[in-house]
């Protein structure tokens, strides 16, 4: 029998129908899964229910774009005060 893999979407729905007070008999039937597989389902979406409101990190590349787009601020400021300066030296 070949088994199935449950992207972590769709094992989220089937938890949740669990928890809002669906029989687990019914929902198990359903998605054609036994009851041990949706109680494991269950304890690994409680033990990491806390990183659900943790902050979104920075990939690198975010981090490496944001410290690129400092550097070009800086940049352009540095030249719009040389600008400043070449345009009163010419008045």
Same mark, same amino acid.
């Given at each position: ?6 992207? !972590? ?5 089937? &938890?949740?129908?669990? &928890?809002?007070?669906? !029989? $687990?008999?019914? $929902?198990?039937?359903?998605?054609? $899964? ?8 269950? *304890?690994?979406?409680?033990?990491? $229910?806390?990183? &659900?409101? *943790?902050? !979104? ?31 009163? &030296?010419?008045?």
């Amino acid at each position: 029998m070949k088994q199935r893999k449950w992207d !972590p979407k769709t094992k989220g729905k089937i &938890v949740l129908e669990g &928890v809002k007070g669906r !029989p $687990i008999a019914e $929902i198990c039937n359903e998605y054609q $899964i036994c009851q041990s597989q949706y109680y494991q389902w269950r *304890d690994q979406l409680l033990s990491n $229910i806390d990183k &659900v409101f *943790d902050a !979104p990190q920075k990939t690198s590349r975010e981090t490496r774009l944001a410290s690129e787009n400092q550097k070009l601020r800086a940049l352009v400021g540095e030249l719009t005060l040389e600008l400043k300066k070449n345009d009163e &030296v010419y008045r």
